[in-house]
């Protein structure tokens, strides 16, 4: 898997913060691309997103797995596609390792680290869907298709950090990148932020 793992800082509030204070600029974007690229731009995201202007954060509460597959959807467009011209996420590390590695990583988790520790990196993997529960409502992107999108709230960040801190990590594989992840935590609890993870 060639896919690239990456870590943005994002408001405290996690990524709804972002969401709700750049959608009117996203719809205008969308809407546009939308009428050129239809099949590109698909319909449904654009109709979302303008719920999410009228009705705010209560849109993005996705209670079916249909639902779940929109919002992550309309979430990529926002993370990947719209960043992309506008650039407000705020990185948090400048490494570009292949996810693969951090895949590697699972059992030297399963031995030093809890079992909450162990899930967040597996949401890091595998996405985690914004405003509900991702263990009973899964991302729905897998990740060798278009990528998938994760998050840390705040006090998870904080509390992954101070867990990685006093462990001794070794350069070598595959161990090296829970070194790179502990350098973005640290960067991310030192801004007061939450993380986002992209793989793409």
């Known amino acids: 898997m060639g896919i690239r793992l990456h ?16 959608i009117e600029l996203f719809v ?29 954060v209560a849109a993005l509460h ?21 960043d992309n011209n506008y ?6 590390s400048e490494s570009w390792i292949k996810s693969y590695h951090y895949r590697d990583c699972r059992l030297w988790l399963e031995v030093h680290c809890s079992p909450a520790s ?11 869907g914004i405003e509900r529960n991702s263990e009973q409502l899964p991302f729905e992107y897998e990740p060798h ?17 101070h867990e990685l801190m006093p462990l001794t990590i070794s350069e070598a594989e595959p161990t090296f990148c829970v070194r790179i ?14 993380m986002l993870i992209l793989v793409n």
Not at 28 to 56: C, M, N, S, T
Not at 66 to 80: G, I
Not at 87 to 92: G, H, V, W, Y
Request: glycine share 4%; hydrophobic share 45%.
């Open 7 to 22: 870590f943005y800082c994002v408001p405290p509030e996690g990524l709804r913060a972002l969401i709700l204070e750049h």
């Open 28 to 56: 205008v974007w969308f809407e546009d691309l939308q009428g050129e690229y239809p099949d590109e731009f698909p319909a449904d995201v654009l109709h979302l997103a303008k719920q999410i202007e009228r009705d705010g």
């Open 62 to 82: 996705a209670t079916t797995s249909e639902q779940a597959a929109l919002v992550d959807n309309f979430v990529m467009f926002f993370c990947v596609d719209f």
């Open 87 to 92: 650039a407000f996420l705020k990185s948090a």
């Open 118 to 128: 162990e899930k967040l990196w597996m949401f890091m993997l595998e996405g985690r």
């Open 145 to 161: 298709e278009r990528g998938s999108i994760a998050y840390w709230t705040a006090q998870e960040c904080i509390a992954m950090l």
């Open 181 to 194: 992840v502990r350098e973005a935590l640290q960067t991310v609890v030192d801004q007061q932020a939450s």
